[in-house]
C-alpha cells in the first residue's frame, strides 16, 4: 500500500502535467472558434481606383503578390470543398460549426479575390491562364484523392495562408504606399484566415482520426503541396515578369527582395512558421496571435470600418506591440548613436 502511494506521488505531478497540456491544447481550440466571424463585406475594387502595380506602385512586389493572389479563389474553392466532404465525418458539433463557419468566410473570400484577379487580368496581366492551370491541377486531385487526403491537403494549403497572413498581419507598414481599398480588402482577409487557422487542421484531425497514419497523410500533404506550390507560384511570377516585360527592371527586382528577404524578410519568416508542422504534436493555435487580430476586430466591431481597424492596427504596433517597441526603440537608440538616416 505504502509502494503504490509512493508511487503515485512520483506519477502524479508528469500525469497532472501531462493533462494540463492537453486540457490547454482543447482550451485553444475552443477559444480558436469563437474567434470565426463570417462577414460579409464587399470592397470598391475596379480598374480605376486599383492600379496595375497597387503594391507600393512596384512592379516586382506588386507581380509576385498578384502570382500568390492567383491561388486565392481556385485554393478557397478547394478548401471549402474538402471540408464540406468531411463534415458528416465528425462527431464533435463544435469542430463541425466551425467549418460551416470556415465555408462561409472562404466563399466571400473567393468572390472578392475574383474580383481582384479580374482587374489585373483587365490590366493586361494573364492571370487567366494561371487561373485555369490551378483549375486542371485541382480537378486531377478532387479525382484521384480520397477525401482524407483532400482534406490533408486542405490544412496544409490553409497553414501557408495563415503563416502568410500571421507575417503581414506582423508588419502592415509595408502596405504604406498600397492602394487602400486594397489594403482593407487584404488585412480582412488576413484576420479571417487567422480566425479560422485551425479549423481546416480540426476537420481533418477530426475526420482522419490520430495515431501514425493520419500524422503520415498530414504531413506527406504538406511536402506535396510545398514540392508543387512553391515551384508553381515562382513560375506564376517568371511568367508575370515574362509577360508584362520586366525582367530587366533591376532596381525594381532589387526592392522585392529587399520585401522577401531583408525587410521585413516575409519570406524568412515564412520558412521559420512553416517548419513546425511537421512535428507530431503541432497544432495551429500552438503559434497564438490573437492578440493582433482582437485589435483589428475590436476596431472593426465599433465602426464597421475595414480601414478604420487597419490604421488602428498600425498604431497598435506602433506604440504598443510588446513584440515591436522595445525592439524599435533600441533599434533608435542604435541608429541615433551611429547618425544612420
Ligand atoms: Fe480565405
Ligand atoms: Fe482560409
Known amino acids: 500500500m505504502k509502494v503504490w502511494m509512493l508511487l503515485s506521488l512520483v506519477v502524479s505531478p508528469y500525469v497532472d502535467c501531462k493533462n494540463r497540456e492537453k486540457i490547454m491544447a482543447q482550451a485553444k481550440v475552443k477559444v480558436g472558434y469563437d474567434e470565426v466571424v463570417p462577414r460579409d463585406l464587399t470592397f470598391d475594387l475596379n480598374k480605376d481606383n ?3 502595380y497597387w503594391f507600393n506602385d ?8 498578384t502570382a500568390v493572389l492567383a491561388a486565392v479563389p481556385e485554393g478557397e474553392r478547394w478548401v471549402m470543398r474538402s471540408a464540406a466532404m468531411l463534415l458528416d465525418k465528425i462527431d464533435d458539433p463544435a469542430v463541425r460549426q466551425a467549418g460551416v463557419d470556415f465555408c462561409k468566410q472562404e466563399r466571400i473570400h473567393a468572390r472578392e479575390h475574383d474580383v481582384m484577379n479580374e482587374i489585373s487580368i483587365e490590366h493586361g496581366l494573364p492571370l487567366d491562364d494561371i487561373e485555369s492551370t490551378f483549375v486542371v491541377i485541382r480537378e486531377f486531385l478532387k479525382k484521384n484523392l480520397s477525401p482524407e487526403m483532400q482534406g490533408a491537403l486542405a490544412a496544409s494549403f490553409e497553414h501557408f495562408t495563415a ?8 508588419y502592415p507598414e509595408m502596405f504604406e504606399d498600397t492602394e487602400p481599398e486594397v489594403v482593407n480588402m487584404l488585412f480582412w482577409h488576413f484576420v479571417e484566415e487567422t480566425e479560422h487557422k485551425a479549423v481546416s487542421f480540426d476537420v481533418f484531425s477530426h475526420a482522419s482520426g490520430k495515431g501514425p497514419l493520419a500524422y503520415l497523410r498530414r504531413v506527406t500533404a504538406m511536402a506535396t503541396s510545398s514540392v508543387v506550390g512553391v515551384p508553381g507560384i515562382t513560375a506564376a511570377l517568371v511568367y508575370l515578369l515574362w509577360k508584362d516585360k520586366q525582367f530587366t527592371n533591376l532596381p525594381s527586382a532589387l526592392k522585392m527582395l529587399d520585401t522577401t528577404l531583408v525587410r521585413p524578410g516575409v519570406m524568412r519568416h515564412i520558412v521559420k512558421l512553416y517548419f513546425p508542422y511537421y512535428r507530431p504534436s503541432f497544432h495551429p493555435w500552438k503559434d497564438d ?3 493582433v487580430i482582437h485589435v483589428w476586430k475590436k476596431s472593426f466591431d465599433e465602426t464597421g470600418d475595414a480601414g478604420a481597424a487597419f490604421k488602428a492596427l498600425c498604431d497598435w504596433h506602433k506604440n504598443e506591440n510588446p513584440r515591436k517597441v522595445g525592439k524599435s526603440s533600441a533599434f533608435s537608440a542604435i541608429k ?6
Do not use: G, Q, Y
Request: proline fraction near 4%; aromatic fraction near 14%; hydrophobic fraction near 55%.
Open 289 to 291: 496571435n490573437r492578440d
Open 50 to 52: 486599383v492600379h496595375k
Open 58 to 65: 512596384d512592379p516586382w512586389n506588386t507581380l509576385w503578390m
Open 336 to 341: 541615433a548613436k551611429f547618425a544612420i538616416a
Open 163 to 170: 503563416i502568410l497572413s500571421s507575417v503581414f498581419l506582423e
